[in-house]
């Protein structure tokens, strides 16, 4: 993995210009969505189309891979009765895929992992997907709501396991 940091943010219930002001005080230059549903309800800013154009207008990609980071896939076997299974879901090629992807993706441009949920340890951005980077030696940084950095950890449960 190169010396290049992956950020993660929870587009929580800012606005779509504070939420793009974050961005730009990062540097960040692409987006990638892991929500598994791109649509918000509460804060329609954030709905896939409507998110990806007002942020190319700001200059920013935005790329949607929540059908491979997403932490509730389509695909049922990724579930134990009605409860997902992060377990189950890291055998999937299809979330190596996705993994990958945003690995070659950080060493050409800063990226972050766009979810909803402002604390990243509420989130699968986090407790899934991250920990999954950080194995392969990838720096994480979470942005938080407030524009600073927490730098991301093993979760103490995997701590337990080294």
């Known amino acids: 993995m190169s010396d290049a940091t ?3 943010i929870g587009h929580s219930n800012h606005s779509a210009e504070k939420f793009v002001e974050l961005l730009k005080q990062h540097g960040i230059k692409l987006v990638v969505d892991v929500r598994s549903a ?3 309800r509460y804060s329609p800013q954030f709905s896939k189309e409507e998110l990806s154009l007002f942020l190319s207008e700001n200059g920013i990609e935005y790329a949607f891979h929540g ?5 509730r896939p389509n695909d049922t076997s990724c ?7 992060y377990e189950l879901i890291r055998e999937k090629d299809w979330f190596r895929d996705g993994l990958d992807y945003v690995c070659w ?12 949920e402002e604390d990243p340890n509420e989130c699968h951005r986090h407790n899934l997907v991250t920990q999954e980077l950080l194995k392969k030696g990838a720096h994480v940084a ?3 709501g407030d524009g600073s950095l927490e730098e991301a950890a093993k979760n103490q449960e995997q701590m337990r396991l080294l």
């Open 38 to 40: 791109p649509y918000s």
């Open 142 to 144: 979470h942005i938080r």
């Open 6 to 8: 992956i950020y993660t």
């Open 105 to 116: 993706e950080a060493t050409n441009r800063k990226l972050a992992l766009l979810c909803a």
């Open 79 to 85: 579930y134990d009765g009605n409860n997902v299974s």
């Open 67 to 71: 059908n491979s980071l997403g932490g």
